[in-house]
C-alpha cells in the first residue's frame, strides 16, 4: 500500500514538475565574510536551526558558497572526483522545494506531493545533497558531498547562522518529492538564519 502511494505521488509529482517556474537568484556576494581562519574556529553545529525565511540574496550566497561556479569551465568551489560535479543540491523552504541550478544560479520550482514540513522543522532552510548514479559511483559521491557540507558550515560560521550536517533524514520521502531513488539522496543540511 505504501509502494502504491509513493508511486502515485511520484507520478503526481511528475505531472506538478511540467508547470514548475524558475526563479533566478541575484548575483552571489563573492567577497567579504569572516576570515577563514576565524571561521574555521567557529565552525560548529548547532541543531537549533529555528529561524528566519531566507532572502533570495541570502540563498544565493549560501548556494554559491556551497557549490558555486567560480571559473569559466564551470568548475566548483567544492572539489569533485574526476571533476564530475554530481552533487545536485535541492532547497525546501516554506516557500516549497525547489531544485538549484548552479549554472543559471536559478531556483526550480520541484512542488512535493509529500508533506516535507517534518524534515524544515522551523528552519530557514533544508539542504538536500542529493547526485545521479548514473554518473558517480556512491563513494565518490559521498566524500564529494562532504565538501559541500563543509562549505556550508564555513558560511554558516561567517555568517553566524546556525547549521547541522544531516546522516539522519527521511530517504523515502525526499526521494519521493525530488522524484529521485532512495539511494541517491546522500545527506541534508538544515539551515538558521539569525
Ligand atoms: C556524516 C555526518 C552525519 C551527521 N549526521 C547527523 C545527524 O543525523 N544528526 C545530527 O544531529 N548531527 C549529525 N551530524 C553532526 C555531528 O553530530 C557533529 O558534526 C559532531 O557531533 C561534531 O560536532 P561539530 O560539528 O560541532 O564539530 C553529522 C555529521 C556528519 C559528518
Known sequence: MKQMTIALAAALGLAAAALAENVKLPEPRKTGGMPLMEALAKRA???RTAGEAPTPQQLSDLLWAANGVTRPD?????????DKREIEIAVLTRDGLFTWDPVANEL????AC???SAELRGASALLVYH???AIQ???AALADCGF????VYLFCASEGWKTVFLGTVDRV?????LGRGEDEILFAQRIGVK
Open 74 to 82: 564551470g568548475k566548483r568551489t567544492a572539489p569533485s572526483a574526476m
Open 137 to 139: 559511483d556512491r563513494e
Open 114 to 116: 509529500v508533506d516535507l
Open 131 to 133: 547526485y545521479n548514479k
Open 108 to 111: 526550480v520550482e520541484t512542488p
Open 45 to 47: 553545529t548547532s541543531r
Open 173 to 177: 520521502t525526499l526521494a519521493v518529492a
Open 148 to 151: 559541500v557540507g563543509q562549505n
